[in-house]
């Protein structure tokens, strides 16, 4: 039984994507070395003025309106002249539209920072050029090349998580990005993965429950059970609280949450209809922790034979995208974890005691990798 569906509409995505590859490599061919060297040397330019236009949250004051610089400066409390240079450069970028000269409204892409905004991603903006995660891309970011530290910790001292346990306000921002992962991926884990073969979903690391909700409101024979640390798991709450349409509150009802550890103990399958959801977790991790958490979901699994399921990305052995490689480096300055190599992820696991039984092409930039407790064989 295969847990494939809409493969037509995951072979469009990734035709799509060697479209767009090849329309990204295009600079590098069509711009002479050094003056594309130097564009490449200085685009943290243009993450900053976007990071300063997220903080003003001037997509949201603008709505649906063109303003004139000078008034939308008034607005955020920023100096005319120096507001409109700002805009003038993300304009340039394709960021807002000027309508007329000095004048500027939302366009496509800035739309996606409104807050107001199903599909913002503004909170993702925001944490990843904060000081916390940007800071470490500076200094630390050499020494962690030759001596394979991690340039968080060389920076704060601590590594992610601990420093997230410690520092409130940059852990509610790191949540709130996370919570948003899905303007970004889409909903095909929810729709190109045959969920009707389950009854219930452990959802590991879910956050606030984002994915179980999408998966839990096209299928409404599914329980889940959303499972992360304590700060996360009291917030959820309150994440849903302004979400209440009709569709959620059935699916909230069908939802429970609960506080526990991948890599210590885990809720127990209650039947081979169970499936352990861990979106993007196993990507954090270094491989002996990964092995840990999959040996631990593997014992709460095996005696009802039910389904672990990961959404990860699975680099290629060369020639690997722009979006990809970059996923790879952030892991690589944030953890000790990577993004794997479908060669590496046998290996993981092999040496956790799981079994790879099908891999489901999504419409998205990442697999679901589905796995049974039990060596290969």
Known sequence: MSFQRRSLVARAFGWLTRVSNLLQSLPNRMT?????????????????VLYV????????VLGDRALPAADLAARVEADPRALLRLLRMLAAIGVFDEVTPGTYRNNKLSTALRTDHPDNVRAMVLMHNAPEMSLPWLEPLEQGIRSGEVPFQLQHGQDLYDYMDNHPAFDALFAQAMDRVDALTGDSFATEFDWQAFDRIIDMGGSKGAKSMAILKRHPHLQAVVVDRAQTIAGAADFWRDRR???VVEALARMRFEVGDVLAAVPAATSPRCAYLLSAVLHGFDDATCVQALRTVARAAIEKNAAIVLLELVMPDHHADLTAASFDMQMFMGTRGCERTRGEWARVFG???????????LASFGKMLVLRAGPSG
Do not use: Y
């Open 32 to 48: 002479p070395p050094p003056f594309r060297l130097l564009q490449i040397g200085s685009a943290f330019w243009q993450s900053r």
């Open 53 to 60: 236009a997220a903080r003003l949250d001037l997509a949201t």
């Open 245 to 247: 349409s009709p569709g």
């Open 351 to 361: 040496l956790s005691g799981v079994r790879l039984m099908e891999t489901v092409h």
